[in-house]
């Protein structure tokens, strides 16, 4: 579930409509690599990962479920949630977002691309050391119903 903790590095606490569409890869101390595709819709966000033997996260209304990408077993998050009000807070900064942020035992360091968007960020903690970097976004409307924990519906 290490995984699970840099997902809320994205916006959800917008003040205002946003809409995006971005792939992922994120890049881990030990060489190893996972990739996948990250929506963002108003305040909810859609996590998942290309393998079949990870997962899809949605975080909506501050709850946070996770499904299974080969059976679609649905369970909540509710341990080690004390890091996602640090890191909502970081997103919330978007689109003036500061090059780094901290909070005991948390590193993470913000790098923007060209258009002032979230380029790769780098989570640095006990539990994690990872890189995720973020291309081919999107700005397109979403719609709703990838955001749906049950009754799953997969994205194009």
């Not at 903790?5 to 792939?23: G, Q, R, V």
């Not at 901290?102 to 002032?116: F, W």
């Amino acid at each position: 579930m290490k995984k699970i903790i840099f997902i809320i590095l994205f916006p959800l606490n917008f003040s205002f409509a946003f809409d995006a569409t971005c792939s992922f890869e994120e890049v881990y101390k030990n060489g190893a690599t996972q990739q996948g595709k990250f929506l963002i819709k108003d305040t909810m966000l859609r996590y998942e990962y290309f393998d079949q033997d990870l997962y899809t996260i949605i975080a909506k209304n501050e709850k946070y479920y996770v499904i299974n990408n080969s059976d679609k077993i649905v369970q909540n998050i509710e341990k080690k949630t004390d890091i996602f009000d640090l890191l909502i807070k970081i997103v919330s900064d978007y689109p003036n977002l500061d090059r780094l942020y901290e909070n005991k035992n948390l590193l993470i360091k913000v790098e923007k691309s060209s258009k002032n968007f979230i380029k790769r960020i780098s989570v640095q903690s006990e539990d994690v050391n990872l890189s995720i970097n973020v291309f081919n976004c999107g700005f397109n409307e979403v719609d709703r119903k990838y955001f749906r924990h049950f009754n799953f519906v997969e994205h194009e």
